[in-house]
């Protein structure tokens, strides 16, 4: 019965050691934000412990993956966790995706007079028509001009949707044993993330600097850098992972069969793929 | 060499297990795991209950008496968030972990590190929160549910209050994970879904709705900590936001959250009253449909809290009417618990109690639940005590009962030894007469008009508000004898059989109590002689 040798470890020195990272992390974090002194030391400390714990804590899961001490129940414990890991981050988008939709089809029509918004408009802020993009009746940030969908955005699309092609690409090699073509595909994968990168700093530079757009730039400004900021943070992540794939694949791990490791990144890198999809009709083109 | 390691690593199970401090910073084991939670969830019951009687002392009679506003609205904040996601949250999460491995035949939850983390970080986050109460500028105030712009504009403890609550979604998210991923993954042959004791199928759907809605939490937490901090516009009409957005936000949280809270209730009681009414639990499969309904329903039901706040019509139209629908599902409960007890031969031990006051006070809670979703009336009581009084009906009377039920009801599995069952029938009563002299009065307070999260109030509440008072005290103090009972059974007593309960079916009163710490290394086979349920499709 594979059942019977479900591996447990004996003891994690790893989650509490990532338990004190995050309490310095947090406690830092809220402290800069308060302007205390010491914020920004204790942030960057809890997340160099919190760094090294995820340091740790993977190389001892590799080490076990490695040394054979996993059977399939465990693998497929594993999947129901990136899995629904997956689906938490959805649910993290959706709430910014909700405001999105939220501001666009209800609160800012009322805000120019729309449906019971008729006395609010009146009263409150005669003369503010409802359009989108908007700042808002107060004009926050002052003017700015929105990023066009069909330029850049597009562009990072196309990269974006072919990186997912070429990690599929490396995944066909790695199921049939290839192991310089997996390695070639993920390069190309990583570099084309890292292009997708530069394009989206490339332009956050140029919405500061030349159109006006920052996160100040009320309603329409909060919800295009949180959406394409929290996107772009997962996109970091994500070629994190990828960075750290590759190099077990040139290390000679993963086989045929087994390659469960690559393939949560491989699911991690199509969510975010999917999530620009959304960004980009959403956010950019609509 | 699969099974060299397996033996290798069976023979070291024991001999290595680490003593002292170290045995519980570095636990792997369900049980040890589940037991921390349990330790404090206690602990911040106790917590919570002390801002309660704050609360209710200044309430005592009308002015000022004890405390300033500012201290009495911090109190009413962090009551409820200690109490929801320190006291009763852990509670359940820790039960989970004592017991879905036991019930389904499971070595341990699946993924054993985790766990561990998931319950390491709680400490953590609530140093953070009830750090904020120390602070010059004090704790939150403006209720736990944070709405802006009164949330905005209070001192420094929005931050941590935000960053506290990330962890404790942080935590809950992964405590969620390993459950769904245990009960999917590790069943012992043979324990097919529908097999499953009503717990572990109630906590699979909690499971669900924990990992689908957490996140929407710290996404609108997130919201208001940029609005404060980084100049975004997301609550503020000037810029184009809305506040309400943040109430729609929270609220999509919130209402699921409010099922997070009683579904593995429902799952408790279930396992209880068939065990001492001797008989199978009437329509296993009607409960299953109806958990699944309800978890269902909580998605599309969240503006019934915020029916005063301004909403088309056709909207406040639809959540009243989905909200009252959920009536449905929930009376599917209660008469399959009545209908389970009908002709059983009953009898009347602490968890039995527990569970029979819990189907009562529950109920009045739902009724009261009832009326607050009908919009005509809700305009009437939003924000008043008769709030108050029913989600206290459905939290405390509803799940803090059902997981006093749950302890007395496997503490002799856990310990090894019977709890005193006189003091356990002497808790059980004083609780249920005090905490309905503590919270029926509220009803009438709320129909009255009195506010909610107001330190003083016009003179013609003040009998009710007295007796209320009364009320909390002795309820509260009450529940020393319940440390007490638990401390009493840990240290000793009669001792138990594996079976603890002449009606107990089921794979958690197989194996012998305390149950060792590694069960079901080896899995046993589930058939129909063994589980609590006959799958009828399989």
């Known amino acids: ?286 | 060499m699969s099974q060299d390691t397996t033996a290798h690593h069976d023979d070291h199970h024991d001999a290595h297990h680490p003593t002292g401090l170290a045995r519980w910073l570095f636990s792997t084991n369900h049980k040890e795991i589940g037991t921390m939670y349990l330790v404090f969830s206690l602990a911040m019951f106790l917590v919570g209950g002390a801002m309660a009687l704050i609360i209710r002392a200044e309430l005592f009679a009308p002015g000022l008496q004890l405390v300033n506003p500012e201290f009495f609205n911090q109190m009413t904040t962090m009551h409820a968030l200690v109490m929801i996601f320190g006291a009763v949250m852990p509670a359940f999460v820790g039960l989970a972990n004592w017991m879905v491995p036991l019930m389904i035949g499971a070595p341990d939850m699946a993924l054993p590190r985790m766990n561990n983390w998931s319950f390491w970080i709680l400490p953590f986050a609530f140093t953070l929160l009830l750090a904020t109460l120390f602070m010059p500028s004090g704790g939150p105030s403006s209720g736990w549910t944070l709405y802006p712009p009164l949330s905005l504009q209070g001192g420094n403890s929005l931050a941590f209050v935000i960053l506290a609550i990330h962890l404790m979604g942080i935590s809950s998210i992964m405590g969620a994970i390993n459950i769904i991923a245990t009960i999917l993954n590790m069943r012992a042959p043979g324990m097919t879904l529908l097999r499953m004791p009503l717990f572990v199928w109630t906590w699979l759907i909690t499971a669900f709705l924990l990992i689908a809605v957490m996140p929407v939490l710290a996404g609108a937490v997130t919201m208001l900590l940029t609005d404060r901090f980084f100049g975004t516009s997301f609550f503020n009409a000037a810029g184009g936001g809305d506040p309400v957005l943040y109430q729609h936000i929270f609220w999509f949280f919130g209402h699921p959250e409010v099922y997070i809270l009683i579904l593995p209730a429902f799952g408790i009681v279930s396992e209880i009253i068939p065990t001492f009414s001797r008989k199978q639990l009437f329509g296993y499969t009607s409960m299953v449909y109806a958990t699944a309904s309800i978890a269902f329903l909580s998605f599309i039901v969240w503006a019934h809290h915020m029916f005063t706040v301004g909403m088309p019509l056709g909207a406040m139209l639809f959540f009243m009417y989905a909200t009252m629908v959920i009536a449905v599902p929930t009376g599917v409960k209660i008469f399959n618990w009545v209908a389970t007890m009908w002709r059983g031969s009953m009898t009347f031990e602490t968890p039995m109690l527990f569970a029979l006051g819990f189907v009562v006070l529950f109920t009045i809670g739902g009724l009261s639940g009832l009326m607050l979703a009908i919009v005509p009336a809700n305009f009437q009581y939003h924000d008043t005590y008769f709030v108050v009084a029913h989600f206290h009906y459905v939290l405390v009377t509803g799940a803090v009962f059902a997981i006093m039920a749950a302890v007395y009801y496997w503490l002799p599995k856990w310990t090894g030894h019977m709890y005193n069952e006189k003091l356990g029938k002497i808790h059980f009563w004083w609780s249920t007469i005090w905490v309905n002299v503590l919270f029926f009065p509220q009803h009438y307070l709320g129909l009255a008009g009195m506010p909610r999260r107001i330190p003083d109030y016009a003179v013609q509440f003040a009998e009710f508000n007295m007796i209320s008072t009364i009320g909390g005290f002795m309820y509260g103090f009450g529940q020393l004898l319940f440390v007490y009972i638990i401390w009493q059974c840990v240290r000793g007593g009669e001792k138990a059989t594996a079976q603890v309960w002449e009606g107990a079916r089921g794979l958690e009163w197989t194996v012998p109590s305390p149950a060792p710490l590694h069960t079901f290394d080896t899995p046993p086979l589930v058939d129909d002689s063994v589980a609590v349920h006959k799958d009828t499709l399989a």
């Open chain 1, 1 to 286: 019965m594979a059942h019977s040798s479900y591996y447990v470890p004996h003891t994690a020195k790893w989650p509490i050691v990532g338990s004190v990272g995050l309490f310095i992390f947090m406690v830092g974090a809220a402290n800069w934000l308060n302007q205390g002194p010491t914020g920004p030391w204790l942030f960057a400390l809890g997340a160099a412990i919190i760094l090294v714990m995820i340091f740790g804590w993977f190389a001892d899961v590799i080490r076990e993956s490695q040394g054979g001490l996993y059977n399939q129940a465990v693998d497929i414990s594993f999947r129901h966790g990136m899995i629904w890991f997956i689906f938490s981050e959805v649910m993290f988008f959706a709430a910014f995706f909700g405001a999105l939709f939220y501001a666009r089809v209800l609160s800012v029509p009322w805000l120019g007079g729309e449906g019971t918004g008729a006395m609010t408009n009146a009263l409150l802020y005669p003369g503010f028509e409802a359009v989108w993009p908007t700042h808002g009746p107060a004009a926050l940030g002052g003017d700015f001009q929105t990023i066009p969908g069909f330029g850049l955005p597009l562009l990072n699309t196309l990269i974006l949707l072919t990186s997912g092609v070429t990690i599929t690409l490396a995944h066909w090699a790695l199921k049939r044993a290839q192991r310089g073509a997996l390695v070639f595909w993920m390069v190309a994968t990583i570099v084309l993330a890292l292009i997708f990168l530069s394009i989206q700093s490339y332009e956050y530079v140029h919405a500061y600097r030349d159109l006006g757009l920052t996160l100040g730039s009320g309603i329409y400004g909060s919800t295009f850098f949180m959406l394409t900021g929290f996107h772009g943070l997962h996109v970091i992540i994500g070629t994190l992972m990828l960075i750290v794939i590759t190099i077990r694949c040139a290390f000679g791990h993963f086989s045929k069969k087994n390659h469960f490791g690559f393939e949560a990144a491989a699911w991690y890198w199509h969510f975010v793929d999917v999530v620009w999809l959304g960004l980009f009709i959403f956010v950019y083109v609509i």
